[in-house]
């Protein structure tokens, strides 16, 4: 699975250091070649020699070769690694290395390498339960995440400290299998197929500076149309009033009202094969916006009431006009989620519901990950676990290509 892959293995000090010794055999026995690196601290827990011995490379540590050891190399060593390199895994990934990696501290020659890649950064973290829980580690998880960096979820269960919580390093086969997951070519099953996306909140104004929306962040639309395109779907991206950036490969089109994404939508819809509708659409917009600003002396001082109107069903009227496309909406429940995921998949004729309850940890608005279930006209219904929000699109993309062929 891995013949001719270059595979960088950076290994940190933490205990789990010694399991990196039978990853690289597993690397090697699926054909990769391997370099490994490693910072000094892990030379604690793990000598060079058994590395360097099993991946029949010598092992960097040191930034700048010191003759301990080490074979005679240019001090620009961690950029020909990054170049050479089809991805860099780091494993075990300790809370100090993890956070070099997210600050761009270069002080090691594992950091300096990863700061110069080239190819895509993985990272398996392992530490003790609460180091892996602190908020320092997490919000650095959730900043390499936003940059793309795969990480791999630690195990739960006992760790070297006598403690039990999550911080285990998985086996070596399973991280193994994840890395051939991550290098595996994307299967191009939308090949030649029109996918339009919608993402975002819409923003519906009471005055030009003030408006009514919601906390979507677009981060499952924006990674669904990545997933789309990278599966070698044409993607239409309409886009309500979000700060990220376009997926490679996707025609975005921007709008900031509910009433301007349905044009866009309708727009493009006959053109499609599949409507997925990720997008917070504001089912109500103010009814008079004004064109001045609203000044507070103009209004009763014991409050006044905003006049709303309803905004138009995208989907809805989506379904009225379909031909043969495929219609994916989303439903965002707090309570009884799957009895109303049904009512809404048959009340909007659709064809298949993601359902996501906000409130659940590590779900819902502006979260990297989610935690749904997809449910298909058929009434199936399938749990995933909390996944990434890419990993979360290519799962509901899974879904939706038997039903578009
Ligand atoms: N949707 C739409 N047009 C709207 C509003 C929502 O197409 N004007 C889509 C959303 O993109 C989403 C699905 O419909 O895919 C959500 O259904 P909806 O009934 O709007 O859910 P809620 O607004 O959450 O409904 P409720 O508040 O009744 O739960």
Redesign the pocket.
């Known amino acids: 699975m891995l013949s001719g892959k270059h595979i960088l293995l950076g290994v940190s000090g933490g205990i789990a250091a010694y399991k990196s010794a039978l990853l690289v055999r597993e690397f090697v026995r699926a054909g990769a070649e391997v370099q490994v690196v490693m910072t000094p601290a892990a030379t604690r827990f793990i000598t060079p020699l058994t590395l360097g011995t099993l991946s029949r490379r010598n092992v960097i540590i040191e930034m700048f070769p010191s003759g301990s050891g080490e074979q005679e190399r240019q001090w620009t060593a961690h950029i020909d690694c990054a170049l050479w390199a089809h991805l860099m895994l780091v494993a075990p990934a300790t809370a100090d290395t993890l956070a070099g990696i997210a600050h761009g501290f270069a002080g090691t020659f594992l950091a300096a390498t990863a700061l110069a890649l080239r190819c895509p950064l993985a990272v398996a973290p392992s530490m003790d339960v609460d180091m892996y829980r602190h908020p320092a580690t997490q919000e650095n998880l959730g900043i390499l995440r936003r940059r793309g960096v795969h990480v791999l979820e630690p195990e739960e269960g006992e760790l070297a400290s006598g403690l039990v919580g999550a911080g285990r390093l998985p086996e070596p086969a399973v991280v193994c299998r994840w890395v051939e997951g991550l290098l595996a070519p994307p299967p191009q099953d939308f090949l030649g197929r029109h996918l339009l996306v919608?993402a975002g909140p819409?923003h519906e104004p009471i005055d030009p500076v003030r408006f009514i929306g919601n906390r979507s962040s677009g981060k499952t639309g924006f990674a669904l149309a990545a997933a789309a395109a990278e599966r070698g779907a044409h993607v239409t991206l309409i886009a309500g009033p979000v700060h990220l950036p376009t997926p490679p490969g996707v025609h975005r089109v921007d709008v900031t009202t509910?009433r301007e994404?349905?044009g866009a939508?309708m727009e493009a819809f006959p053109q499609s094969d599949a409507l997925?509708?990720?997008?917070?659409?504001?089912?109500f917009t103010p009814a008079e916006p004004s064109g001045r600003k609203i000044k507070k002396e103009a209004l009763p001082e014991e409050g006044y009431a905003l006049a709303l109107i309803?905004?138009?069903?995208?989907?809805?009227?989506?379904a009225r006009s379909r031909r043969r496309q495929v219609l994916?909406?989303?439903?965002?429940?707090t309570e009884n989620g799957l009895e109303?995921a049904r009512a809404?998949l048959s009340?909007?004729n659709?064809d298949l519901?993601?359902l996501n309850n906000p409130l659940e940890d590590g779900a819902g608005f502006g979260t990297d990950t989610n935690i749904v279930t997809l449910i298909s006209a058929g009434g199936n219904a399938i749990s995933l676990p909390k996944l990434p929000k890419a990993d979360v699109a290519h799962r509901i993309l899974d879904a939706v290509a038997p039903l578009i062929s």
């Open positions: 919608t819409t509910g994404m349905y939508v997925i509708m990720s997008a917070a659409v504001a089912d309803q905004n138009p069903d995208i989907l809805k009227a989506a994916v909406g989303f439903a965002l429940e109303n809404k009340s909007k659709l519901v993601v």
